[in-house]
């Protein structure tokens, strides 16, 4: 019986450690991980900034996701949809970008097929989606380290 326990808890724990995502080390880490996180994951870009945010996106998706590049449009980039797998987490990305308004409209997703990595806005895949966003509007990724892979 003790037996069957513990290989329960390390079980349990592995796939705790699974869905974690890098942790904040130092208090600018922490800081920044609080700004991200008010973040939208849709917004308007002037036309000017568009073309050089669209690259950035492109950049992140092949560079800091686990998985490979399935689509790159001029309107659609995309990696291949993890399978799901708590014990090896993937995670991919899809943004998109159309006129819109107020000059180009762009919508940022994680997605990932770790079913522990934490559910809607508050998941991992949403931070990761949240770093993505800041990124391509303003080229600021400090701390590449905090994003789960």
Known sequence: M????????GIAGALTSCATAPTAKTPEEVAYL?????EELEFDLV??????AWGRAQVFLAKHSSMKVQTATTNLVE????????????????VTRAAGPKGEHF???????N??????????????????????KT???PFPGLIAK
């Open 2 to 9: 003790k037996i069957v326990l513990v290989v329960a808890a």
């Open 34 to 38: 609080a700004s991200v996180a008010g």
């Open 47 to 52: 036309k000017a900034a568009s073309d050089d």
């Open 79 to 94: 990696n291949y949809t993890p399978t799901p797998d708590a014990m090896n987490p993937n995670y991919g990305y899809r």
């Open 107 to 113: 919508s940022v997703e994680c997605f990932t097929g």
């Open 115 to 136: 079913p522990y990595a934490g559910p809607g806005m508050s998941g991992i895949p949403a931070r990761n989606a949240k770093i993505l966003a800041r990124y391509i």
């Open 139 to 141: 080229a600021e990724l």
